[in-house]
């Protein structure tokens, strides 16, 4: 661009782009110019690679079985959240016995609230980092990114039922309404 301003200037035509604002927005195209690919034996490159393979690894939650959570649901504990994550218009289907509901669509702002606002918004306390949460939806797939969305909020002791509605449907598990 700038050339075309010279050789326009040197034709005798007005020089419109040499103005401070054209230099702010070349500079700014400058700044925003993608870098090169770092070497794949840089250091870059290495951390890079590592940070990519950590966030991968954040859709390894620990998988419960429909064996495993059934006993959590007959005598319920204050220190586990079972949580359906299924939106109000399924969760009409009934949930599974001592499960709260905050839908995925929710979760990630529910996570940030400060505990008065989020037993304000929910009725129940917001789990606390530690305590052990286990997420369900209607087929499992819900529930895993529950457990994605938890782990980035700080979240250490997260179980996914993958099995998640149909299969407690299926295997006869009992419903609340």
């Not at 504990?77 to 016995?97: A, F, K, W």
Request: charged content about 30%; overall charge positive.
């Amino acid at each position: 661009m700038l050339r075309i301003a010279a050789v326009r200037a040197a034709r005798g035509v007005a020089p419109r782009l040499l103005t401070p604002a054209f230099f702010a927005r070349a500079q700014r195209y400058e700044s925003n110019t993608p870098k090169p690919f770092p070497d794949k034996n840089s250091d870059a490159f290495k951390a890079a690679l590592e940070l990519s393979n950590d966030l991968q690894r954040d859709w390894d939650a620990k998988v419960v079985s429909y064996e495993e959570l059934l006993p959590k649901t007959r005598a319920p504990s204050p220190e586990t959240y079972l949580i359906d994550v299924r939106e109000p218009d399924e969760v009409i289907q009934g949930m599974i016995p001592s499960a709260v509901n905050i839908p995925l669509s929710v979760l990630a702002n529910s996570l940030n609230l400060l505990p008065d606002s989020f037993k304000e918004k929910h009725g129940f306390e917001k789990p606390k980092k530690s305590q052990e949460v286990i997420f369900y939806c209607r087929s499992g797939k819900r529930s895993t990114s529950a457990s994605d969305v938890a782990k980035r909020n700080g979240y250490t002791n997260i179980l996914n039922y993958t099995g998640s509605w149909l299969e407690w449907v299926e295997k006869g598990g009992e419903k609340t309404k």
